[in-house]
């Protein structure tokens, strides 16, 4: 993400009949725009960034004289989906737009140039010089989609849990005869007397899953905003109580908050003879008995989510951040001078920032930059190093000759 450079000062004079000694009126250079993210529910993925992962701002326009300021440039607004997490390049967490319409300045454009009308003064009465606009910001980001849903479906490899969810709604996932076919989460949208119901079918868990073994960690993250679970067990599997208790553990090694949102329990393949065995001799109670491929038992199941999500309390993410904190510079050392190889390196806020604000290109600022140069006491701390005249400085990597 890039933001767009601050447009360049004019270095300008009033020219008009009668006023042959117009004095400055060299313009300000605009504002280079700004890239925004912003939270939508009409994008469902992220694809849009991987088939293009550089963004730009626009610049900002160069001033003019009369004093006009240079147009400033036009900002970009991205559209992701509700759910999107913005990170840096570190992991470390920028953004949460965990809400529709959440939106984050991620790379903010630079400062416009001043004008050579700032620079007038009782000695300096014609400035031939003004500023080069800043640089925007240029950053590389990690866009990381977390789905909404409000019911996840968790349980082992091969529960039934593609199926329930192409049953209970429109969606068409992946279903086939062995572990793991779910290769990334499903969402889906089921219609009841409640209203709407969007439910995330998360791919297998298996023992490990909360360290990383298998795809577990790679999907588990998914159902932290999720207000309830629906831990959905293979019933002709040898012991699906087992599997329960493995489900819940990993999911509770992931994370203890995540374990104690409100849950219900769907034991699957109830068309089986295995699972019809194990609902008659059942004594726990809640437990539901169904079946993806006939239906048995859906519309219970479906009540059952609606109740619960009556109840549920609302979830909150964690670390969420409404607006991006740009990374700030330390103010470190206001002036350091280094010998090197080469000869002198300057470091300090101040006089790299004066280079950044300097046109090098003329004479004017040159001598305006010098004379600042003097007042940081650049020259009185390179002096007081041995440097001698011809020898190279080097300041915010930009290279001058030393002359006294």
């Known amino acids: ?24 009126d060299g313009g300000d250079g605009g504002r280079g725009g700004s890239v925004f993210l912003k939270a939508t529910t009409g994008v469902s993925d992220l694809s849009l960034y991987k ?55 991620v ?42 849903a409000e019911i996840g479906l968790v349980g082992a490899p091969n529960a039934g849990k593609s199926s329930l969810l192409s049953s209970l709604t429109a969606a068409r996932p992946k279903v086939a005869d062995y572990p793991f076919t779910t290769l990334n989460p499903e969402l889906g949208v089921a219609e009841s007397k409640g209203g709407r119901i969007v439910i995330a079918d ?54 203890a908050q995540l374990a104690l949102r409100p849950s219900l329990v769907a034991v699957n393949k109830v068309d089986l003879e295995p699972a019809q065995r194990l609902r008659a001799r059942t004594r726990r109670k809640g437990v539901h008995f169904i079946s993806a491929l006939s239906g048995e038992g859906l519309p219970e199941l479906i009540d059952a989510m609606v109740s619960a999500l009556a109840s549920a309390p609302e979830v909150i993410a964690q670390g969420r951040a409404k607006k991006i904190k740009l990374p700030v510079r330390d ?25 950044g604000r300097t046109d090098l290109e003329s004479e004017g600022a040159l001598a305006r930059f010098q ?8 020259n009185t701390a390179l002096e007081a190093e041995g440097v001698q005249p011809g020898d190279t400085v080097r300041i915010s990597g930009v290279e001058f000759e030393y002359q006294p």
């Open 331 to 355: 103010a470190g050392p206001a002036l350091v001078v280094e010998r090197k190889p080469f000869g002198f390196l300057v470091r300090g806020d101040r006089v790299e920032y004066l280079v």
């Open 107 to 148: 790379a903010k454009g630079g400062v416009g140039g001043r004008g050579n009308v700032h620079f007038k003064s009782s000695t300096k009465r014609a400035p031939d010089f003004a500023e080069p606009g800043f640089k925007g910001d240029d950053r590389s980001l990690i866009l990381d989609l977390k789905l909404i």
């Open 202 to 255: 998360i791919p297998g868990l298996i023992e490990g899953a909360a360290r990383g073994a298998g795809l577990g960690l790679r999907f588990l993250r998914h159902v932290e905003r999720t207000k309830v679970l629906v831990y959905v067990l293979d019933g002709s599997a040898p012991d699906p109580w087992a599997d329960l208790k493995t489900v819940r553990k990993e999911v509770e090694q992931f994370s």
């Open 1 to 24: 993400m890039r933001g767009g450079n601050g447009g360049k000062g004019s270095a300008s004079f009033r020219r008009e009949p009668f006023t042959p000694r117009g004095g400055p």
């Open 371 to 378: 004379s600042e140069l003097d007042k940081l006491g650049v």
């Open 51 to 105: 088939q293009r992962p550089k963004w730009s701002a626009e610049p900002g326009a160069n001033g003019a004289g009369g004093r006009k300021t240079g147009k400033g440039g036009a900002d970009v607004v991205l559209d992701v989906p509700v759910g999107t997490v913005v990170l840096d390049e570190e992991g470390e967490l920028v953004a949460d737009l965990d809400r529709a319409g959440a939106d984050v300045v």
